[in-house]
Each structure stands twice: as structure tokens, then as C-alpha cells.
């Protein structure tokens, strides 16, 4: 069975998670659910693997996304009728604390299910909305996003990869790079410039490109960490049917900004997974001796993890404050870019103390693996001189 053939499928509806369901029966009912479902073997393989998965662990985390969509979990802020279960905020904070309490991965297609899948909702038609939604949410199919360009990164608008619409099809040439899974998609969210008149956040549009059409070329990129995950995408007199667009024509900026305010239950992943790694980090270094006395009562040592507890901790608290503000009605403003910059400074420094403290130990595998990768974290979802400019400007009322 083809997962694109629209008709190969049928959306399970769940029952939707109101307030009569208690946070504490929710908890209670999903504990019990990863029990019986998050098993050793799953757990095992998904250890170590993060953004960058390796073939065979991004293979399992898919066999786990299924499960989940099966179960309603997948996505329990969704509408029913896309196969969520129209949760409130409350709901989907319980469900991302329980899952980082046992380090259960969510679903593989993360930016898709958090980006690309509200903004379906929000601009797609009926058609595009049951033909993408639900194998994106069970994994069946794997979406990447493609925004980033050589010349154009922190400065979206200067994107120049063009579409041409020429009868009832769009003709894309161009180049996107940074494409996150890009080698692994079968489906691509693709901004396109449409119009070389219109001042430049006007003239872009959004298309649902299938990965399969002739002309595209994706090569994977290999970073210093060693891995694959993610790829420069080439594309040469690629034709698209016109369907593909999501929204109208020239409005895909709309597309881009209205849509990357969703995910607001995620932050509290953020700061429960670098809690998380804290504790591991703790944990090693009172077991593993260092000539003859634990790692951790070495005073450098104690005075290091100190460090890092006050900035995971500082984390937690900058995040549940805008949760605070969330649950309230509140928008989310500028203090995404605090969030962002503390997570990333207190991931990097997670990393840098574990190879301090626990030496050899960690100079391979999961710690070496986190060491490399967490650079990273300084440039996606915005860079850390971009979001000072924000905290700057909008926060701090800075001059430009
Ligand atoms: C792990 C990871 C996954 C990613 N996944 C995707 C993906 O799936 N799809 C996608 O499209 N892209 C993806 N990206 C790309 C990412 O969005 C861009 O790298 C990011 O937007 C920065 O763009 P750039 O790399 O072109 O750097 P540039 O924007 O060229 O910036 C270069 C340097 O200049 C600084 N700078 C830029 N503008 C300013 C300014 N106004 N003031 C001060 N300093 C400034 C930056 O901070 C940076 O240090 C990913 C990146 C990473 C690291």
C-alpha cells in the first residue's frame, strides 16, 4: 500500500481529552500505557539518538511513532478529526512531562507535526488536509522543511528559489540547504519565490512538494558529529501541480510566521530533557572513579554541576512562566528568544562539563555524540546574535 495514496487510509477518531478527564486521571491512564508500551528494547535503541538519528534507530523511533498515533498519543493537541484529541495546554504539558520522565522520543516527523501540519490546517484544502495529515502524524510518511538557502538563512525573505507559474503547473529551480531529514523525506514544505515584483516578503509561496518528482536531487550533509541528518537539496525544472500550494499564492511569508507559534506545550520538553540529561550526568559521576575517589567529589566537579543545576533550573523557571502566561490567554512574545538562548547555553554547557568531569569515560559515544551535536543548538531555530537582537530591541527596549 502506497502511505501518499490519499484513499489508502482512514483516521482513527479518539476521544476527545476535556477537563472531565483530570490532569491526574490523564497521567494515571498514560503512565500505565508507556508501561505496558515504552519496552526495554524501544528504550534501548532510542538511547543516545537525537536529532540526527542513525538509520536503524530512526527505523525503531518510526515503529514508535506508529504505535502512538494508533494509541491517540501522537498528537493529543490535534483536532479528532486529524487524529488528535483536542487537548487543552494543561494536557499537552502532562503528556510531554510523562514522556521526558521515561525518555520516550515523540513523533519522528517533529517539525512537521509542530509546523507544517497547523499551517495545513490553518491554509490547506480538504484535500490537502486528509491526504497529508495523518500518515505525517503516524510517521508513514517523512516530511522535512525547506526554507534555508545558501544566501538566505536568518534572512528568510532573501530566499531565491523560484517557481514559475507556467499553465497548471509551477516549474522550481533552485537550492535549499540545512534541510533537516531532507535525504529521508517523501514530502517537503518548500517556500518558493513566485513573484520577482512584489517587495520580497510578498512575492514568496508555500508548495507541498512530493520528494519523488523528477529534477529533485537531495545530498545528505556530514557534520563534525558524524552523521547524516540533514541535506542539501537541488532542484532543476522540477514540475509541480499547482494543488500543491498551500495558501494563496505570493502569501507564503503568512504561511511561514503564522504558523510557528503552535507548539507553546513544547518548551516544556526543553527544559524537562535537559533536566533529564542533568541527572544522568549527576548519576555518572557519583558512580565512576576517578584514581580511587568518585568523579563528583572532585570540588572543580561539585562546583561545575552547581552551575549547570542553576541554569537547568533557571530554564524550568523562564519556561513556566510563559506557560503560566499561556494558560492565561496570553500570546507568546519575545520570550521564545529567552527560552531558546537558555536552553542552548545550558545544553552546551551540559555537554562541555560531562567531558570535563567524567574525561575518557565520555571522549566516546553518547556524551561525545551530545558534545558535538549541541553546537548546533546555537544556530537552529535562530541563532543565538539573532535572538539577542530580540531580547535587545523588544524586550529590553534597546536601540536597533
Ligand atoms: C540542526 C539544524 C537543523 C536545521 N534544520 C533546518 C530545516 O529543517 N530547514 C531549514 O530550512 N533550515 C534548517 N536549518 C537552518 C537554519 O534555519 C539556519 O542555519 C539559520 O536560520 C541561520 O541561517 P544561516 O545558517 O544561513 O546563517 P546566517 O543567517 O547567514 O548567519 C551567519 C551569522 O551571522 C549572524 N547574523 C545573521 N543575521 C544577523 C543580525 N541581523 N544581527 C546579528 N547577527 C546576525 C548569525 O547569528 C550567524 O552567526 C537548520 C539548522 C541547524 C543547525
Same mark, same amino acid.
Given at each position: 500500500?502506497?502511505p501518499?495514496?490519499?484513499?489508502?487510509?482512514?483516521?482513527?477518531?479518539?476521544?476527545?481529552?476535556?477537563?472531565? @478527564?483530570?490532569?491526574?486521571?490523564?497521567?494515571?491512564?498514560? +503512565?500505565?500505557? *508507556?508501561?505496558?508500551?515504552?519496552?526495554?528494547?524501544?528504550?534501548?535503541?532510542?538511547?543516545?539518538?537525537?536529532y540526527?538519528d542513525?538509520?536503524?534507530?530512526f527505523?525503531?523511533k518510526r515503529?514508535w511513532n506508529a504505535?502512538l498515533a494508533?494509541?491517540?498519543?501522537a498528537a493529543?493537541?490535534w483536532?479528532?478529526?486529524f487524529g488528535g484529541?483536542?487537548?487543552?495546554?494543561?494536557?499537552? *504539558?502532562? *503528556?510531554?512531562?510523562?514522556?521526558?520522565?521515561?525518555?520516550?522520543p515523540g513523533p519522528v516527523n517533529s517539525i512537521g507535526v509542530a509546523n507544517i501540519a497547523p499551517a495545513i490546517?490553518?491554509?490547506?484544502?480538504?484535500?490537502?488536509?486528509?491526504?497529508f495529515l495523518w500518515p505525517m502524524l503516524r510517521g508513514d510518511t517523512i516530511w522535512s522543511q525547506?526554507?534555508?538557502?545558501?544566501?538566505?538563512?536568518?534572512?528568510?525573505?532573501?530566499?531565491?528559489?523560484?517557481?514559475?507559474?507556467?499553465?497548471?503547473?509551477?516549474?522550481?529551480?533552485?537550492?535549499?540547504?540545512?534541510n533537516s531529514n531532507g535525504?529521508r523525506a517523501d514530502w517537503c514544505q518548500?517556500?518558493? +519565490?513566485?513573484?520577482?515584483?512584489?517587495?520580497?516578503?510578498?512575492? &514568496?509561496?508555500?508548495?507541498l512538494?512530493?520528494m519523488?518528482?523528477?529534477?529533485?536531487?537531495?545530498?545528505? &550533509?556530514?557534520?563534525?558529529?558524524?552523521?547524516?541528518?540533514?541535506?542539501?537539496?537541488?532542484?532543476?525544472?522540477?514540475?509541480?501541480?499547482?494543488?500543491?500550494?498551500?495558501?494563496? &499564492?505570493?502569501?507564503?511569508?503568512?504561511?511561514?510566521?503564522?504558523?510557528?507559534?503552535?507548539e +507553546?506545550?513544547g518548551?516544556?520538553?526543553?527544559?524537562?530533557? @535537559?533536566?533529564?540529561?542533568?541527572?544522568?550526568?549527576?548519576?555518572?559521576?557519583?558512580?565512576?572513579?576517578?584514581?580511587? @575517589?568518585?568523579?563528583?567529589?572532585?570540588?572543580?566537579?561539585?562546583?561545575?554541576?552547581?552551575?549547570?543545576?542553576?541554569?537547568?533550573?533557571?530554564?524550568?523557571?523562564?519556561?513556566?512562566?510563559?506557560?503560566?502566561?499561556?494558560?492565561?490567554?496570553?500570546?507568546?512574545?519575545?520570550?521564545?528568544?529567552?527560552?531558546?538562548?537558555?536552553?542552548?547555553?545550558?545544553?552546551?554547557?551540559?555537554?562541555?562539563?560531562?567531558?570535563?568531569?567524567?574525561?575518557?569515560?565520555?571522549?566516546?559515544? +553518547?556524551?561525545?555524540?551530545?558534545?558535538?551535536?549541541?553546537?548546533?543548538?546555537?544556530?537552529?531555530?535562530?541563532?543565538?546574535?539573532?535572538?539577542?537582537?530580540? &531580547?535587545?530591541?523588544?524586550?529590553?527596549?534597546?536601540?536597533?
Amino acid at each position: 500500500m502506497n502511505p501518499n495514496t490519499p484513499s489508502a487510509f482512514a483516521v482513527p477518531r479518539f476521544r476527545a481529552l476535556r477537563h472531565e @478527564t483530570t490532569l491526574h486521571e490523564f497521567r494515571f491512564e498514560l +503512565r500505565a500505557w *508507556l508501561a505496558a508500551n515504552f519496552t526495554a528494547d524501544i528504550e534501548a535503541a532510542v538511547q543516545g539518538s537525537g536529532y540526527a538519528d542513525a538509520d536503524d534507530s530512526f527505523a525503531v523511533k518510526r515503529r514508535w511513532n506508529a504505535t502512538l498515533a494508533d494509541a491517540g498519543y501522537a498528537a493529543i493537541g490535534w483536532p479528532v478529526e486529524f487524529g488528535g484529541r483536542a487537548a487543552g495546554l494543561q494536557h499537552q *504539558l502532562a *503528556l510531554n512531562e510523562e514522556f521526558a520522565f521515561v525518555g520516550a522520543p515523540g513523533p519522528v516527523n517533529s517539525i512537521g507535526v509542530a509546523n507544517i501540519a497547523p499551517a495545513i490546517m490553518q491554509y490547506g484544502t480538504s484535500q490537502q488536509q486528509h491526504q497529508f495529515l495523518w500518515p505525517m502524524l503516524r510517521g508513514d510518511t517523512i516530511w522535512s522543511q525547506g526554507m534555508s538557502e545558501p544566501e538566505a538563512g536568518s534572512d528568510l525573505a532573501s530566499l531565491a528559489c523560484r517557481a514559475e507559474l507556467v499553465g497548471d503547473h509551477f516549474v522550481v529551480n533552485g537550492q535549499k540547504t540545512w534541510n533537516s531529514n531532507g535525504h529521508r523525506a517523501d514530502w517537503c514544505q518548500l517556500y518558493v +519565490r513566485t513573484n520577482l515584483e512584489a517587495p520580497r516578503h510578498r512575492g &514568496i509561496s508555500a508548495l507541498l512538494v512530493d520528494m519523488g518528482t523528477p529534477g529533485i536531487e537531495a545530498r545528505p &550533509i556530514r557534520t563534525m558529529a558524524g552523521d547524516t541528518g540533514f541535506s542539501e537539496l537541488f532542484f532543476t525544472n522540477v514540475r509541480i501541480p499547482r494543488s500543491a500550494l498551500l495558501g494563496e &499564492i505570493d502569501q507564503g511569508w503568512s504561511v511561514a510566521t503564522n504558523t510557528l507559534s503552535h507548539e +507553546r506545550a513544547g518548551v516544556a520538553s526543553l527544559y524537562l530533557n @535537559t533536566r533529564r540529561t542533568f541527572d544522568r550526568l549527576l548519576a555518572t559521576a557519583t558512580k565512576l572513579n576517578v584514581s580511587g @575517589t568518585r568523579a563528583v567529589d572532585s570540588p572543580i566537579a561539585r562546583n561545575e554541576l552547581m552551575r549547570r543545576y542553576i541554569e537547568v533550573r533557571n530554564l524550568e523557571f523562564i519556561a513556566k512562566r510563559t506557560l503560566g502566561a499561556a494558560l492565561q490567554g496570553r500570546a507568546p512574545g519575545a520570550e521564545g528568544s529567552i527560552i531558546k538562548l537558555a536552553w542552548s547555553q545550558a545544553s552546551q554547557a551540559l555537554s562541555r562539563t560531562a567531558i570535563e568531569i567524567l574525561g575518557i569515560e565520555a571522549m566516546s559515544g +553518547r556524551w561525545a555524540q551530545e558534545l558535538l551535536s549541541s553546537t548546533s543548538l546555537s544556530i537552529a531555530g535562530g541563532t543565538t546574535e539573532v535572538n539577542k537582537n530580540i &531580547i535587545g530591541e523588544r524586550v529590553l527596549g534597546l536601540p536597533r
